[in-house]
Every structure is written in structure tokens, then in C-alpha cells.
């Protein structure tokens, strides 16, 4: 019997050790990628939507101009609230409690990604101008510039995905914020 209960406490050591290493490489990978997407997020606010706004050469008429007024300001919020999520992540200690946590508080915030899918269609559209080829040409980047139009979505849905593997390496039950949910179906993912 009591080889049985050390066989079964030694079971259970090696599984909480395994779900504090995976925990620990969900969290590395959401702090690397992190950065990136932090990084494509400023260039296609500085470098495309805010070079465009505030561009007399680039003829715009009242709904063109609208449109990126309205998306420089919702990647402005986004940039915010993912630095602003980047350094409560880095600065918190514990588990995928805690990860959850910082999710879940920032919540309401998340909503700006639901507003940004919303212009998706319409600016992929203006994106696909000789205009922003020329900036893509000039800034020696190979990726057309509606290409950064879906990755707030593509974001969010890995927010999803690396909120549950966190949650699935604790052993409290949290659920997922519903307002991933409702941006990932808006987007349609």
C-alpha cells in the first residue's frame, strides 16, 4: 500500500512539473511573439494607414479618408492595450491563473478588435492601391500591405488558442473570455 501511494505521489509530481514546463513555454512563446506583432502593428499604423491620412499627394475621398482616420485610431488602441497586456504578462508571477486573469481583465479593451474587423473588407480594398505598393517597394517589405489587415485577427485567435493551453496546465476551471469568441466569429475564423 505504500508503494502504491508513493508510485501515485510521484505520478503526480512528474504531471505538475511537466504542466509548470509546458506553462512555461506557452508563456515564452506568447512574450516572443508578443513583440512581433507589436512591431507589424506600429509599422501599419506609422508606415501605411498614418503615412496615407496625413498625405496631400494621396487624393482621398470622404469615405477613403474616414476609413483610415477610423483605423489609425483602433490600431493606436490596439498597440496600447497589447503593450499594456506585454507588461502585466512580464510582470506577473504564477500560473495560467493568473494568465487567464490579465486576459479576462482587460476584456472590454479587446473590443477594439471587433470594431477593427468590422473596416477589414474596406481597407484591404484601399490597401490594394499603387499607393501603398509604392511604400510596401520603398520599405523593402515583401509582404503587401493588406496582408497587415488580417493580422489583428490572426492575433486574436492565437490569444484564444495560448489562453487555453495556459488554463489547460492549471488545475482551477476558468472560462474563456467570451469576447475572443465573439471576434473570432465576427472575423469568421
Known amino acids: 500500500m505504500t508503494r502504491l501511494i508513493e508510485d501515485i505521489s510521484t505520478s503526480q509530481s512528474v504531471k505538475a512539473e511537466k504542466s509548470t514546463q509546458k506553462l512555461y513555454h506557452i508563456l515564452k512563446e506568447f ?11 506600429e509599422y501599419f499604423h506609422d508606415e501605411l494607414i498614418q503615412k496615407a491620412a496625413t498625405d496631400e499627394d494621396f487624393s482621398l475621398d470622404i469615405q477613403v479618408t474616414e476609413c483610415l482616420r477610423t ?15 506585454n507588461t502585466q504578462v512580464r510582470n506577473s508571477s504564477g500560473g495560467g491563473l493568473k494568465f487567464a486573469r490579465i486576459f479576462t481583465s482587460l476584456g472590454k479593451d479587446f473590443e477594439v478588435y471587433t470594431e477593427f474587423i468590422k473596416l477589414q473588407s474596406e481597407l484591404e480594398g484601399i490597401l490594394s492601391q499603387d499607393y501603398f505598393k509604392d511604400i510596401q517597394s520603398l520599405n523593402s517589405d515583401p509582404l503587401p500591405a493588406e496582408s497587415y489587415v488580417c493580422k489583428p485577427m490572426q492575433r486574436l485567435c492565437k490569444y484564444k488558442l495560448l489562453f487555453e493551453d495556459a488554463l489547460s496546465n492549471t488545475n482551477q476551471v476558468f472560462e474563456v473570455p467570451t469576447i475572443t469568441e465573439r471576434s473570432c466569429r465576427a472575423g469568421r475564423f
Open 71 to 85: 483605423s489609425q485610431d483602433l490600431l493606436y488602441r490596439m498597440i496600447q492595450l497589447n503593450k499594456n497586456l
Open 31 to 41: 512574450m516572443d511573439t508578443e513583440k512581433v506583432y507589436i512591431k507589424s502593428l
